[in-house]
């Protein structure tokens, strides 16, 4: 699919009628309108729409200065946007402070780790729980029955239950990254955000890690930014194309890879 096509089809209204019902009834989880972002007078992210879908695994991708980075930034309140509107569900996520959006439901992962190295994989999950944030929160907070069994749970979803007494800095770089996955999902949230979640991992934990969010997708809608296209093959059903902040072209891993605009300003370099 050319971007010319796609984006032409982005602006031809249909009618409610005409589509199927599935669509009618299940608004995007995240919308995103005419943004914008300018530093300095470098616009970053120009004019750009899109959305993400319930349960959805999207993968954006671009050549570097493509504002992928600074997408993630406006979604997650880290950079406010210069115009344009980037809606949660039924909030207006431009408005909010970044802390506010994690409480509404969006995480986020940047490209390196951040975890605790000197706590064991099982305190990093547990400090991130909702209920265990704040000084006073973290004195009165009770590993409950429930606390232990989740954190169990995610620990044997990230592939790390059997390092819950592990001290973090003894994991692999791979086992970091999903560490940090899982203190995103003990916070329990609708739609995360990745950036590069695969940089500097062996090609086995590459497709661990494919498999891992595409079982989060079944619960969850992600967005995941990648350089890695073998990566990006394995786990993508539809792949946005940023080309100096604005949509280049979208759709399946064939359409956007037999796109003469994707091929000449990304695959082809």
Not at 62 to 71: I, S, W
Not at 202 to 219: H, M, V
Request: glycine content about 8%; aromatic content about 4%; proline content about 5%.
């Amino acid at each position: 699919m050319h971007a010319a096509t796609f984006q032409d089809s982005m602006n031809v209204p249909m009618k409610a009628d005409s589509l199927p019902q599935s669509v009618v009834s299940a608004p995007p989880i995240l919308a995103i309108k005419n943004l914008t972002v300018s530093f300095d007078g470098f616009k970053a992210v120009d004019d750009l729409s899109m959305s993400i879908n319930e349960k959805e695994l999207r993968v954006i991708i671009g050549p570097n200065g493509a504002g992928k980075t600074t997408l993630l930034d406006m979604i997650c309140g880290k950079t406010k946007p210069t115009s344009g509107s980037i809606r949660f569900r039924d909030l207006e996520l431009t408005r909010l402070p970044d802390f506010q959006i994690v409480r509404k439901g969006v995480g986020r992962k940047f490209q390196n780790p951040s975890i605790y190295e000197d706590l064991t994989v099982g305190e990093n999950l547990e400090i991130s729980i909702p209920q265990a944030h704040g000084v006073w929160a973290s004195i009165l907070f009770r590993r409950t029955r429930q606390v232990k069994e989740r954190i169990g749970s995610i620990a044997e979803q990230i592939m790390l239950a059997d390092h819950l007494r592990t001290k973090s800095g003894r994991l692999s770089h791979g086992q970091k990254q999903w560490l940090e996955i899982g203190m995103l999902l003990v916070q329990d949230p609708d739609l995360l955000l990745l950036d590069e979640p695969v940089a500097g991992m062996s090609p086995r934990e590459r497709e661990q890690t494919a498999e891992l969010l595409k079982t989060i997708a079944l619960g969850k809608s992600l967005v995941v930014i990648e350089h890695d296209m073998d990566f990006v093959k394995a786990i993508a059903n539809t792949i946005t194309v940023l080309h100096q902040g604005k949509l280049l072209s979208q759709g399946s891993v064939d359409q956007v890879q037999n796109d003469p605009r994707v091929i000449e300003v990304y695959l082809g370099h």
